[in-house]
């Protein structure tokens, strides 16, 4: 924890990380900016009333089998607390398919756009396992209405300690990226973030 508040300290991003025991919650919530809830701690509820009383922004990954419905009452839990910021997070889910990590239900999207007034974001990183998936999944995913995207990206993804596989280098994020760009045009939309220069060598 302390690591992660030296890097945003020295570079002025704010950090989000996994809180996985009620118990760790105070802890994380120090250094954290905003809470990560994963995928297998969807219906932890334990865990959720427990960050719902941090008052720190919450992110909360849709389980391998959580249904939508179970997914927003699982947001409620936090919400209880009376925490409203939470961010809800399409990250796959596990269906007969074996091409892919998972499947990256792009539909949740406008349901959960419908149903709810809650922020959605999509994580076509851990939603398919495979880098070269990862920029067509982001570009459909803000096609369909994400508010934002969850990329893991690494100067060498063949050396990364973990999650190799489905992180992009910084030529394909920057690639990924002119892409939303152009994309958004069409849409009425604007991609925040920097530009391609301002990326590091």
């Given at each position: 924890m302390e690591l992660l508040a030296e890097a945003r300290q020295e570079t002025g991003l704010p950090i989000i990380t996994e809180v996985l025991e009620p118990a760790d919650v105070p802890l994380v919530a120090?250094?954290?900016?905003?809470?990560?809830?994963?995928?297998?701690?969807?219906q932890n509820f334990p865990l959720l009333k427990e960050v719902g009383k941090t008052g720190r922004p919450v992110m909360l990954k849709r389980g391998l089998a959580g249904t939508i419905d179970e997914w927003l009452h699982?947001?409620?839990y936090v919400?209880?607390?009376?925490?409203?910021?939470?961010?809800?997070?399409?990250?796959?889910?596990?269906?007969?398919?074996?091409?892919?990590?998972?499947?990256?239900?792009?539909?949740?999207?406008?349901?959960v756009r419908r149903l709810s007034h809650l922020p959605i974001i999509a994580d076509p990183s851990h939603g398919t396992g495979k880098w070269y998936l990862v920029k067509p999944m982001a570009l459909a995913s803000m096609a369909v209405g994400a508010d934002g995207l969850l990329v893991e990206v690494h100067p060498s993804p063949d050396h990364a300690l973990s999650d190799g596989p489905q992180s992009l280098n910084l030529e394909n994020f920057s690639a990924m990226m002119d892409a939303l760009r152009q994309l958004a045009l069409p849409l009425g939309r604007v991609v925040a973030g920097h530009q391609r220069e301002a990326l590091p060598a």
């Open positions: 120090r250094h954290a900016d905003i809470l990560q809830i994963g995928a297998r701690n969807m699982a947001a409620e919400m209880s607390a009376g925490n409203f910021r939470v961010i809800l997070c399409e990250r796959g889910i596990r269906t007969f398919e074996t091409a892919v990590r998972n499947t990256l239900d792009l539909s949740a999207i406008p349901v």
